[in-house]
């Protein structure tokens, strides 16, 4: 369940009803329909494994406007097929993984900027561990993150920046955990968000 796009990935390979033998589920909306979900439910019910590119909540399809993500449709096929989907995309451990190898880094000195709170910030920063300075958020915000159990994750890795554009809401911010040694704020945009960035690493030397 795938846009064209993605489906060039798969180039030189047979595709058909017949042959497959897993779920691939990404972001494409004209799939999203019984029909296709009921053949995705079947497969993964029969045995082949489920694979999402990531667990997107929603995405943003206008200046005010967001939509269903492949998350809500990956938690449907794994609640009736009661299977587990393999995350292969952000914000998983082996994705930071496969992006520092191919940068020639650690997944520890590398950085998220994204505009979503929970699967691009949080979430990356808890499964990656990607190391790093500290904002002014109030102690309230971190509490009611768990915040002891997400520093513990949290203190290794290079930090993350909040951007204020695509899915972000405002108010989003006040959800970013305050931390003593790492980067995690936002900011206006990505090239405010690299400034950012540039500064603290400036900091550290």
Known sequence: ???DEAKEEFDGMTIDASSYDSVVLGLVPSMFCYEHLNVAFRLVKGGCPLIALHRGRYFATGPDELSLGPGAFAAALEYSAGAEAEVVGKPTRSFFELAAQQLGCAVEECYMVGDDVKDDIIE???QAGLKGT??????AS?????????YRWLSRCAGAVLVHTGKYREGDEALLPTLPEQLCTDAADVEAA?????EHEAAQR
Request: aromatic fraction near 8%.
């Open 134 to 139: 500290t904002n002014e958020q109030s102690p």
């Open 142 to 150: 971190a509490r009611s993150l768990n915040f002891s159990f997400l």
């Open 1 to 3: 369940m795938l846009n």
């Open 194 to 198: 690299v400034e950012i960035i540039l």
């Open 124 to 126: 990356s920063l808890k």
